[in-house]
């Protein structure tokens, strides 16, 4: 099992009780470079994981992203893991139902799409979306064009396609030197 500060372990148990699993609000006792230092080895261990902020549905804000939105923190299941929870299943059933298939009942040919494991999809819109469209150009793009469409940082850059694109989406993004340009960045998979 992974060691984990009783502070990481606190924010992982919480936000696995909440919807989404958002790990937000921290604990009040977590203030200002404390938080940031915490957040940020959780964000590196890849226990956390920073999203678009809902604000529609009231969800908390970690931090402003400059352009009128924000993003909230949500434990990913490397850090559902790390406090020993299982990541959830795509469809867990509802609570008191007694009708809901076992796990050893076998499934119901009419209802195996509904049991199969959800497929991450980025939503419209996002800058994982603008990433992922220019990746998928024929010409593919460079760090400094996606910094540039997405206003990110080159390490936020790299951080999403190793951990987002790759382990979460499960798309292969392979890169080569390209002569006048750099290191290009593409990826011909589909989610």
């Known amino acids: 099992m992974t060691k984990l500060s009783d502070t ?14 958002i790990a937000l609000p921290l604990p009040e006792s977590l203030r200002g470079g404390a938080a940031a230092k915490v957040v940020g ?8 994981q920073e999203v678009d902020a809902d604000m529609r549905k009231g969800e908390p ?8 939105h924000g993003t909230t923190l949500v434990a990913t299941d490397a850090g559902l893991a790390a406090i020993g929870i299982e990541p959830e299943d795509a469809n867990p059933a509802p ?55 997405t206003g990110w940082q080159s390490h936020t850059v ?17 890169s080569e030197k390209v002569n006048g340009r750099g290191r290009v960045y593409r990826s011909l998979a589909k989610i």
């Open 8 to 21: 990481q372990a606190l924010i992982l148990s919480a936000a696995a009780q909440r919807p989404g699993h």
């Open 41 to 48: 080895a959780m964000l590196a261990k890849g226990f956390l």
């Open 61 to 68: 804000v970690w931090r402003e992203t400059g352009d009128g």
């Open 95 to 149: 609570a008191g139902a007694t009708d809901a298939p076992t796990e050893q009942s076998a499934p119901d040919t009419s209802t195996a799409t509904e049991a199969a494991p959800k497929t991450r999809t980025p939503r419209e819109g996002t800058k994982q979306a603008t990433l992922i469209a220019m990746l998928r150009a024929p010409d593919g793009a460079t760090i400094e064009e996606i910094m540039a469409a």
């Open 158 to 174: 790299r951080g999403a396609m190793a951990g987002a694109l790759k382990k979460k989406l499960g798309l292969e993004v392979t």
